[in-house]
DNA sequence: TTGAGGATTCTC
DNA sequence: AGAATCCTCAAA
């Protein structure tokens, strides 16, 4: 366990991202990422990818040179380049090999909070700052450098652990965002009615409000 | 507050 | 060609 994490936190053990992404995204939720100058967020909103049968997942058809953090140990980072401008930032999961991963979406700044408003200049309110998955990726300067980083050794300055807060009961569970296959795949999970979310849950085209 | 459209580069 | 997105601008 790295020197630099407060005693108060409690790091996240390998055994932890171990699992299936399904069983660890919402577990993620209210769980903290934490770089080593002392910039904390509080993880609100994941999704999950990966499987042979998730044609959205990046993995979806084999290692590539892009992919392979994807597809190695459990509990580091897979981070990707998105849209010729953005980083995006997977905590891999399952066993070796199974390329499956959660992919950070949204986090509620706790501390350092002046890096990252340094790092996202155009953030008009500290609700912007991490409230999607490049933004987030940005306000920790995560990027590809970061590809591969250990979250359980801290390798790179980054890990998540615990303050006490327990992951909610009664998470929003819906579909994932930004994708074009497999939309229907209810694996996005977020705090119930969290102001730091990506993205209001999509409104179905026939019940819309009232 | 909401929606439309452009940015920009890596990957297969 | 299309992408696991963000930002700006316009209009209400």
Redesign the pocket.
């Known amino acids: 366990m790295p020197d630099w994490l407060p005693d108060h936190w409690t790091l996240l053990p390998r055994r932890f991202y171990q699992r299936p992404p399904q069983e660890v995204a919402p577990e993620l939720l209210n769980a903290l990422l934490i770089r080593s100058d002392g910039r904390a967020a509080r993880i609100v909103e994941v ?1 999950a ?2 499987g042979s049968q998730d044609p ?4 979806y ?1 084999g290692p ?4 392979a953090s ?1 597809f190695g140990e459990a509990g580091h980072l ?1 981070v ?7 980083w ?1 930032s ?1 905590v891999v999961c399952g066993q070796e090999h199974e390329g499956v ?1 959660v ?1 950070l ?1 949204a986090a509620e700044p706790v501390q350092g909070i002046d890096r990252m408003r340094e790092l ?1 200049p ?3 309110h500290d609700r ?1 700052l991490a ?8 306000a920790f300067g995560l990027d590809k450098s970061f590809d591969g980083a250990d979250l359980v050794t801290g390798s790179h300055g980054v890990v998540i652990a615990r303050d006490g807060t327990p992951p909610p009961t009664d998470p929003v569970i819906g579909p ?6 497999a939309v229907a795949f209810p694996w996005r999970w977020h705090v119930r009615g969290h102001r730091h979310v ?3 849950a999509p ?1 179905p085209a026939s019940a819309a409000r009232r």
């Open positions: 999704e990818y990966g959205a997942a990046h993995s058809r590539t040179p892009r992919t994807m897979y990707y380049f998105s849209y010729g401008i953005h995006g997977n991963a992919l979406r996202r155009a953030a008009r912007d409230s999607g998955p490049g933004k987030l990726s940005q994932r965002i930004g994708i074009s296959r990506s993205a209001r409104r």
